[in-house]
């Protein structure tokens, strides 16, 4: 008895060879194409004639998923913006040539009331008044208002917010720039809602008040402006605490103690 007959299960399989790639006419359509891959892939050709549909259905949902993938890739990524009081703030700014940051945003309260929103853009992030005030690169104040107030009325009030907050050597040099800041406000005679102003600073430049984005006259030369009109906001009695806050990117917390700027 052969022995090795017991074990055996026929004859040996010869390795099979892999396939070959599939190779499509020249100038092949689309439905041409499917056609070939259909019959490529072991399938007789009643079977590609039934399954051709399907294949060219399933080759179009490719490419326009590839084709879809290719221009989200081709868009530059959307600016992220931050929502306060349904006003938006850009993520960043451009001030004097140099990429700054949202600080933080807020609301400026009076009672109830909503009468502004208020942005503060700095080259690196900063949550105490200290660190913003000793920040010597660009910075940027955005403020859109709410509701209507008086030009006049809103140019005293900063005002009065600088000369509460501010030293009184630094304040003292800073009046060139707050007498021109009262009278841009002044001239402007009133600010409805929806309208805005900026207050830019750019190191060997200045100071400069942009009423709805245009220039209010040549910058501010006075360096000692700008901080003097942050402590408005930032200073130990700030026009609203809760503002302050917001704007150092920190957790707001409500409370009553407000000036009346």
């Not at 403020?143 to 009030?157: F, Q």
């Not at 901080?227 to 809760?242: C, E, F, M």
């Amino acid at each position: 008895m052969d022995m090795g007959a017991e074990f055996s299960s026929g004859p040996l399989q010869q390795p099979t060879a892999p396939p070959k790639p599939t190779r499509f006419p020249p100038h092949a359509t689309l439905e041409t194409s499917a056609y070939f891959l259909v019959l490529a892939n072991g399938h007789n050709p009643h079977i590609a004639a039934c399954t051709k549909d399907l294949a060219v259905n399933t080759l179009r949902v490719w490419l326009t998923a590839l084709s879809i993938g290719l221009s989200t890739a081709a868009l530059p990524a959307a600016a992220q913006t931050f929502d306060t009081a349904s006003v938006k703030y850009d993520s960043t700014a451009q001030v004097g040539g140099s990429t700054l940051q949202l600080n933080g945003a807020g609301v400026r309260y009076k009672a109830i009331f909503k009468v502004y929103t208020a942005g503060l853009y700095l080259n690196a992030k900063a949550a105490t008044p200290e660190a913003v005030l000793a920040n010597t690169g660009a910075k940027r104040m955005h403020i859109v208002m709410l509701r209507e107030i008086d030009g006049n009325e809103l140019g005293k009030l900063f005002i009065r917010g600088m000369e509460d907050n501010a030293p009184r050597e630094t304040f003292v040099k800073s009046i060139p720039g707050t007498i021109r800041m009262g009278e841009i406000f002044a001239t402007k005679k009133k600010l409805t809602a929806g309208e805005h102003f900026s207050v830019e600073f750019v190191p060997g430049t200045g100071t400069t008040v942009l009423v709805n984005g245009k220039a209010a006259g040549e910058p501010i030369k006075e360096p000692e402006f700008f901080n003097s009109l942050l402590l408005i906001w930032l200073g130990k009695s700030p026009a609203d605490r809760t503002l302050k806050e917001s704007l150092l990117g920190r957790p707001p917390q409500r409370s009553s103690s407000t000036h009346e700027n």
